[in-house]
């Protein structure tokens, strides 16, 4: 069993800090630990980001655990990694269908809120907005591209507070596609808003934090739900019912995954999005060692 983790771009002998705890426990489990050029990679340069990976003697499994790549540079290291004979317990297919919200969005529709996007290639032209918005009514909305929101930039570039306000809808696209720039990942996802259970405020941003749980996923079995935020902040709470977790996980393409779910204001629960297991983060006080141990069991 291998992990594969990003390497220090200061100190390429060594993992990326981040991952030091993980690193730590997939030694302690005897599993092997390599290091990838997760630049290289995102440049599109698999064979340099696997520069230090020998070719097996037989297929052997493998997880990279590592930042985030786009679904085409991910495919691109995943195919030079199966050149050396290891295979990343996801492929390219699954990878996408757990990074792109509109790949995600047929397995999870009926639990997360209603959403419509417009690919970039068919330009963000008002009407063309309009027009795709058409179903929410006036309801409000959040923006977001393909993988990520604006969210502390709310009133600026994230929060629609009408969708059929062809003012306030131009004004918050033009801000995000202004923030974004050349980051911008594949499009314009525009969601209902649905209001959330608080469990406070962000002690930075001042953002109001909702009542967020991270599930941990493996060939369907839910290994952890963790509190997404500071864990002292859900005092009393009760975490998502592990068979609806169960249930949605089921429907998901994907060996590994992450499954983030919020509590509705309003009582019962929504899935906020999906997340590659490989590149997804885990809360401060999640189990890693519990985690790293049962990927290096069952991958």
């Excluded at 131009?170 to 996802?189: H, I, K, S, T, Y």
Aim: proline content about 6%; aromatic content about 10%.
């Amino acid at each position: 069993m291998i992990f594969a983790f990003c390497r220090d771009s200061l100190d390429p002998t060594h993992p990326e800090r981040d991952f030091a705890r993980e690193v730590d426990a997939a030694r302690a489990c005897g599993a092997e630990v390599v290091l990838l050029d997760h630049d290289a990679a995102a440049q599109g340069d698999p064979q340099q980001a696997a520069a230090g990976v020998a070719t097996r003697a037989a297929s052997t499994p493998a997880v990279y655990r590592g930042w985030m790549l786009t679904p085409p540079r991910y495919a691109g290291l995943y195919r030079e990694l199966a050149g050396r004979r290891v295979k990343l317990i996801n492929d390219a297919a699954a990878y996408r269908r757990c990074h792109y919200l509109p790949d995600s969005y047929p397995a999870i529709a009926g639990h997360t809120p209603r959403s419509v996007w417009v690919h970039r290639s068919e330009g963000f032209e008002l009407d063309t907005l309009m027009q795709r918005l058409e179903v929410f009514g006036d309801r409000p909305l959040i923006l977001k591209d393909y993988v990520k929101s604006l969210k502390h930039a709310w009133d600026e570039a994230c929060f629609i507070p009408s969708a059929s306000d062809a003012g306030h809808v131009n004004r918050v696209v033009e801000a995000f596609l202004e923030w974004q720039g050349e980051d911008l990942n594949e499009g314009l996802v525009f969601r209902e808003f649905v209001e959330l259970a608080s469990v406070g405020v962000h002690p930075k941003s001042g953002m109001p934090l909702a009542e967020e749980y991270r599930a941990v996923v493996l060939d369907g079995r839910v290994l952890q739900v963790v509190p997404y935020w500071d864990a002292e902040s859900y005092a009393g709470a009760t975490p998502p019912p592990g068979e609806w977790l169960s249930a949605v996980a089921a429907g998901v393409q994907s060996r590994f995954f992450t499954l983030d779910v919020a509590r509705l204001k309003s009582g019962g629960w929504i899935v906020v999005e999906l997340g590659d297991g490989q590149v997804a983060g885990l809360p401060d006080h999640a189990d890693v060692e519990a985690l790293i141990q049962a990927l290096a069991q069952g991958a």
